[in-house]
């Protein structure tokens, strides 16, 4: 099951409902991916980043070891929060000692940002007036997109960009992401603000279901399929944002 960043940091803060958090607790079991999107919302990253920073000397790791996992958690020690925020110091440590002993405890070191994360922080520097000055014709447009569309290798033509829920096409640039063509194309929404569409090809990308989702303050939908990634971010009207995902998602695809 798919949930929203809000939902998980409610989950974080023990505010969900019982029920929802339950399936939660659940899905986590066997959803890596969603431990993995609990470990990267704000709040948590610094300390997974200040755990690093800290890994103790060899000759202490067994001691740690021991006293973390031999330690029973107080009765009234965060006595409100969900399971996942009690256990995470015993997963830190875990994670430390087999750093440090070189275990298969390895990929847990990998802090690269999702691309998500990334395009959302290079969007989050665009305000009206990053955008009030582009004024492309009709002919630049759609040149700008022959150009993206043979370093991406799909094809995006004009029709299927206009007409997106009051948006305002306004260039297309072709950026790049750990050596894979990502393609970046502008909007101004009915009040100038900046929304983009994003396509990051991923030969490996499993196709999945388009999800709405808060990325640096800032309403986006993203989904997988046939080897591309695709977000559609910008402003905080999630409806607005959803809505133009799935007019992409029923013309580009």
Not at 12 to 29: C, F, H, V
């Amino acid at each position: 099951m798919t949930y929203p960043d809000e939902h998980l940091r409610s989950y974080l803060a023990g505010s969900l409902d019982p029920e929802t958090a339950q399936q939660i607790e659940a899905d986590l079991e066997n959803d890596p991916i969603l431990e993995q999107r609990l470990l990267a919302l704000e709040g948590l990253r610094p300390v997974v980043q200040q755990g690093f920073a800290e890994i103790p000397e060899t000759d202490h790791l067994k001691e740690l070891e021991h006293k973390i996992f031999a330690q029973p958690t107080a009765a009234n020690d965060h006595a409100s929060a969900p399971s996942f925020v009690r256990t995470w110091g015993g997963r830190a440590a875990t994670l430390v000692v087999g750093l440090a002993m070189g275990t298969s405890l390895i990929y847990w070191a990998d802090d690269t940002p999702d691309w998500r994360q990334e395009v959302a922080s290079y969007q989050a520097l665009y305000v009206k007036e990053t955008i009030a000055s582009l004024d492309r014709s009709e002919h630049e447009l759609k040149q700008e997109l022959v150009a993206a569309s043979t370093v991406v290798g799909q094809q995006l033509n004009l029709s299927d960009l206009n007409d997106l829920d009051g948006l305002k096409l306004l260039r297309t640039q072709v950026l790049g992401h750990e050596g894979a063509p990502l393609i970046q194309i502008v909007f101004a929404d009915p009040n100038g603000a900046p929304v983009a569409f994003c396509i990051l090809k991923d030969t490996d990308a499993a196709g999945t279901s388009m999800q709405s989702t808060s990325l640096k303050g800032m309403a986006s939908a993203d989904w997988t399929g046939n080897g591309y990634r695709y977000l559609v971010i910008g402003g905080q009207n999630q409806s607005r944002i959803d809505t133009v995902a799935k007019q992409i998602h029923s013309r580009v695809l």
